[in-house]
């Protein structure tokens, strides 16, 4: 299996613009989470699915931001419109449910996108 | 709040030598702890994990040891070697929930 791919590595945009981030979690995992990290606040978990369906959006910082998850396959997070203190690198991060695992539903990491806005 | 964070924001080791990352965690109900592995452009990567049914496991090169009685969790890498330098982080969950927390972090320097 390739892991969790992650799209663009990298992306710089100016304030106000949307930002459009994307995900591919593991085959099979029913887990897929998004975090945030910054030097400031560390790894932050801004929302998860559990099958498709989120289930805990309480980290997401603002109206702006928004994720979905059309398919087992697929997620995106999008920020709009972006503002300077969205600059972090955002991770999304995939795992296998409980009833499979008995509880130690350790997370595997895609390698982030670094976003920077201007 | 709740919260897990770490002691040593920075450790300096020499090569060969043992390396001790320290934990500390806050949330009694958590009852799974999990090491990750963070190098330079890369996300965290799974080291080893432990239940709070267990004081230590062993995994290759790395201990982890669990102190419930002060919330107190710690990584022992045995030998290290320059390719562990990185940031570790301790991560903690509870049975029934899904979300891990992780830890402030601690950046592993390996002196050759």
């Known amino acids: 299996d390739a892991g969790v791919i992650q799209s663009p590595r990298h992306e710089v945009t100016e304030m106000g613009q949307e930002v459009t981030l994307r995900c591919k979690p593991i085959?099979?995992?029913?887990?897929l989470f998004w975090y945030r990290q910054t030097m400031m606040r560390g790894l932050e978990l801004l929302i998860y699915?559990?099958?498709?369906?989120?289930?805990?959006d309480s980290g997401m910082p603002e109206d702006r931001f928004s994720a979905k998850m059309p398919n087992a396959s697929f997620s995106t997070l999008k920020i709009q419109p972006s503002e300077p203190r969205d600059s972090a690198v955002y991770f999304c991060?995939?795992?296998?449910?409980?009833?499979?695992?008995?509880?130690?539903?350790?997370?595997?990491f895609g390698s982030g996108t670094q976003l920077s806005v201007l | 709040g709740e919260s897990v964070g770490l002691h040593l924001p920075t450790l300096s080791v020499q090569e060969g030598d043992n390396s001790i990352i320290n934990c500390a965690y806050s949330?009694?109900?958590?009852?799974?702890f999990i090491w990750y592995k963070q190098e330079s452009g890369k996300g965290p990567q799974f080291i080893i994990d432990?239940?709070?049914?267990?004081d230590k496991r062993q995994g290759q090169r790395v201990t982890v040891l669990l102190n419930k009685t002060v919330k107190h969790l710690s990584l022992q890498i045995a030998a290290t070697q320059p390719g562990d330098s990185a940031v570790y982080f301790c991560?903690?969950?509870?049975?029934?929930?899904?979300?891990?927390?992780f830890g402030a972090g601690t950046r592993l320097f390996v002196k050759a």
């Open positions: 949330n009694s109900a958590s009852d799974y």
């Open positions: 085959s099979g995992h029913d887990y």
């Open positions: 432990i239940r709070s049914n267990m």
């Open positions: 991060a995939s795992s296998l449910g409980v009833r499979r695992t008995g509880g130690n539903e350790k997370l595997f």
């Open positions: 991560a903690e969950k509870s049975t029934g929930g899904f979300k891990t927390i």
């Open positions: 699915f559990n099958n498709n369906v989120p289930i805990d």
